[in-house]
């Protein structure tokens, strides 16, 4: 009896082997590991920092909101309502409060929100103009922090980008030495081909927990930019790990990353342990509008959610704190006008020629009109 069960366990994990070696043949259940030696870190490692970035310091400027980013460790975030006219002290250090004193209203209480925030950089371009962050941010009365991924490109913050990464790429009609048959992961910046892997999911730099996308696109850009293959990932629970998948459009084999780590979440782009993605969509154009930085390795979207105040002469930590302040205390001084009447008002006009009319040929008033004569 025991024999039997033995051969019986042999015999399962032969078949296992076997259809390991199909697959392999095959080009699926590759699993490789990232070049570290590329223009990205090792994302499964976050060291982070109190010190702001240099691209991150200063007052960020949005349409419902300012934000402040000091070496100091302090991190303020007004709310600007009541349609800009009222700027709301929302977060901020407890220094604050002796520089100025806070206004109470009925929204918020005293004292301000003290939000603590803690800094890594995911990755900068060689010119310095355009970087990666992830903000861990310590809200009051939550236990574990929020981590939040912007990305600063020419003194604009998004929060819709992607990243340049690692990728490879086979093309059948090629020979297998050919250059563009990379089989090593690598990262370009000299063109805008390649995978570009998405790194955002919050919705904002906000005074309570941010909302997380459940779902999130990269793209394979090919001939510069006249082939776009838009690759879903979705909310995992797996662990991640650099394990890669294909596609293929019946040219190409493109190999990308099965899992990204983007926060504190993990996506990925196939189901359990297949290796294969489907349902690959191919386009000629970015479904929005995109702003590239300056060396082409960050990608993002739409209108900049936050931009940067000009700084002027004013660069040290108190110095950004004081204008910071005064910039409030100046809008808050604003007194609005007040709104046009709902109907405009109207003066009436009198026509004296026809009331003069009038009154000359009214009977009734001859007798009168007769006596003033004789008076």
Known sequence: MKNSKIKLIFAFLFSLGFLYALNAQSGEGIVSVRNENAFLPDVTKHVFSENVPELLQGIWQGSDRLLMFS??????????????????????????????????NNTTKSPAED?????????????????????????????????????????????DFLIKD???????????????????????????????????????ITISQPVFKKEVVSYFIENNESEIYKIRYWLSEMEYSYAKATFSDGEKIFSVDKYL?????????????????????KSSKFEKAVSYDSDGGIVAFGEPYLIKVPEGNDRTAVQISQ??????????????PLPKPLFPPTFPKYRWKEITELELFNPSTWNKRNLDIHK
């Open 71 to 104: 070496n100091q460790n302090e991190f303020a975030l007004v709310l600007r309502v009541f349609y800009q006219w009222y700027d709301d002290r929302a977060a901020e250090p407890a220094s604050f409060a002796q520089i100025k004193t806070r206004d109470r």
């Open 115 to 159: 939000i603590q925030i803690q800094y890594t950089t995911i990755c900068e371009n060689p010119s310095k103009t355009a970087g990666v962050y992830e903000l861990s941010v310590k809200y009051p009365y939550e236990k574990i922090p929020v981590l939040i991924p912007v990305c600063v490109i020419d003194d604009k913050i998004y929060l």
């Open 166 to 204: 690692s990728a490879s790429l086979t093309d059948f009609n090629l020979p297998e030495n050919s250059a563009k048959n990379r089989n090593q992961s690598v990262v370009s910046l000299q063109n805008r081909d390649g995978f570009y892997r998405a790194a955002s999911t919050a919705d904002g």
């Open 261 to 281: 780590r983007i926060g504190s979440n993990v996506y990925q782009c196939t189901t359990g342990r297949s290796t294969k993605i489907r349902n690959i969509q």
């Open 323 to 336: 204008r910071f302040l005064n910039t409030i205390e100046t809008d808050n001084s604003r007194k609005k």
